[in-house]
Structure formats: C-alpha cells, structure tokens
C-alpha cells in the first residue's frame, strides 16, 4: 500500500479547527509563540486524541504581531530556549489530553530561516529534544539526519513552486493556488515528482489560514484516496 499523510496548522485563531481535524492525519499545533493559546491547544489536543489525528510542535520566532512570518535575528542560545518552552508547553498539554507529540515543525519565517541557516537550525534541534522533523530539503533536515533524527519531507498542494524547487515567496505571483481542484491536482503532481529532488514526499501540507482550508483539504484527500494512498498521521 501507499502512504501519505495530510497536515494543517491548527491552534492559530483564525482557522476552523474542528472541520481540519475531521480532515487531516496531522495537526501542526501553534505553541502560543506566534499564535494559540493554552486552552486553545488542549482543545485541539483533545480532540485530536478523539479522532487519532497526530499532534506535531509548530515552533515560531515569538512575533505574534506579524503571525511569525516576519524574519528576525535571534540569539541562538534564545531560539533553542524558546523552542524548548514551547515544545515543553505542548508535550504537557498533549499527555493531559490522552495523546503525545510525534513531530517538530517550525513555522513561518523560522521554517524558511532553518533551510538555510546552520545556527538558527541548530538552535531549533537542540531545543527540541529528539523529536522527528518535518520541512523541506534543507540544512535543518540535514542536520538532523547527522544526529540520528527521523527527518520526513513534506509538499505543498496550495502553494506555488519556483523552478529550483523551492516555494514561491508570499506576495509574488503564482505564489498561492487558488480553487480546491487546482490544489488536489498539485498534491498528486506533487507525489509522482517531488520538488527539491527528494526520493519521495511523507506528507502534504494544507495552509489552515488559507481561504477555503478545509474544502481545499478535502479534495486532497478525495484526490488521493482516488489515485490508491493510504492516509495516516506521522
């Protein structure tokens, strides 16, 4: 059989948290960094745990201003003490609620910084114990991979591509698919030919944010139990 998984970002106040759980395999939980809150976060986790959704760190510079998409530098010593209180913060949350944390995924600016950047990247894998990695191709999942870390790479059905691989830079054109059909016949051209040169692709990712999330999520799905996968969470 074929398996993929399906992730979104909950917990981040201006997604439908409730229709993506009933959707997805994996649930990138907001850790109240950029945004969420504690009783945001264990009401996705309990909920999570009711319907066997996997709950993953989403690690983010603290700028709840800017929705943690703004690049900022941040003492390494600083990140990796972050990192670790929110990854702390959820692993107590998701254990009160009957389930664990099985993955690490950084967040905005940070996601984008750790491809590139050794200490930032660095910085996050410290803090964050020995948790597997989700992202893309990049120094954070090399790193990892050199430490013994379950590294898993990841697609993105709503979100424009550039010809080396890499995602289109939000405001630029083509830099969001729009229409749930588009982004179902993205995430299948995604799975026959994974961008960054990977051997394959262990997850797509669905912005909750965007407009549209849980239709666009939902064709996803549909799309690719059509097409033979086997979804399950991370």
Sequence with gaps: ????????DLGEEVTDDAGLLGVVTSANLACGYHAGSVAIMRS??????????????????????????????????????????????????????????????????????????PEQ???????????????MPGVLLDLATGHGREVRHEGFPDRGYDDSGRLVPRGEPRALLEGADAVAEHALRLLREPPGGVAGLASLCVHGDSPGAV???RAVRDALEAAGWTLRGL
């Design 121 to 135: 990247a660095r910085a996050v894998l410290e803090g964050s114990g020995d948790l597997p990695v989700l992202g």
């Design 215 to 217: 239709e666009h999520a």
């Design 44 to 117: 996705v986790c309990e909920e999570a745990a009711r319907l066997g959704v996997s709950i993953g760190a989403q690690v983010s510079y603290a700028d709840r201003e800017h929705f943690g998409r703004r690049p900022l530098d941040v003492a390494p010593g600083t990140l990796r003490e972050q990192v670790a209180d929110q990854v702390g913060t959820l692993v107590e949350i998701a254990q009160s609620a009957g389930t664990s944390v099985r993955y690490l995924k950084p967040h905005g600016a940070l996601y984008h910084r750790t491809t590139t950047d």
């Design 1 to 8: 059989m074929r398996y993929v998984d399906l992730n979104a």
